[in-house]
């Protein structure tokens, strides 16, 4: 099994900057992609960011520019640097972890951007 543990979430003003961290434990060696997920309210949990074990990223469109993942493998933990926040951005952030046949998720961190 696998453990992810997020953190870093909180309130910003619009144009701020949060970065978010999952610290995994268990079966790391077992995982290979990580990421982050998002949901409003009322909508459907969506991609933001995903990172291959090599490092090769994929962003939402909508988060293109403004948000950087990234991972220490040594650490168990990936990263995701939010810049340029907005309003929309505003969701509960899920850490993701996959080995191919099993998903695993954190608990949920929320991210408020005020306008």
């Known amino acids: 099994q696998v453990q992810l543990v997020e953190s870093g979430g909180g309130l910003v003003q619009a144009g701020g900057s949060l970065r978010l961290s999952c610290v995994g434990s268990?079966?790391?060696?077992?995982?290979?992609?990580m990421g982050w997920y998002r949901q409003a309210p009322g909508k459907q949990r969506e991609l933001v960011a995903v990172?291959?074990?090599?490092?090769?990223?994929s962003y939402d469109n909508s988060v293109e520019g403004r948000f950087s993942i990234y991972r220490d493998n040594a650490k168990n933990t990936v990263y995701l640097q939010m810049n340029g926040l907005k309003p929309e951005d505003t969701a509960v952030y899920y850490c993701?972890?996959?080995?191919?046949?099993?998903?695993?998720w954190g608990q949920g961190t929320q991210v408020t951007v005020s306008s």
């Open positions: 990172i291959s074990s090599s490092g090769s990223t």
């Open positions: 268990g079966r790391m060696f077992t995982i290979n992609g």
């Open positions: 993701w972890g996959g080995t191919g046949y099993s998903d695993y």
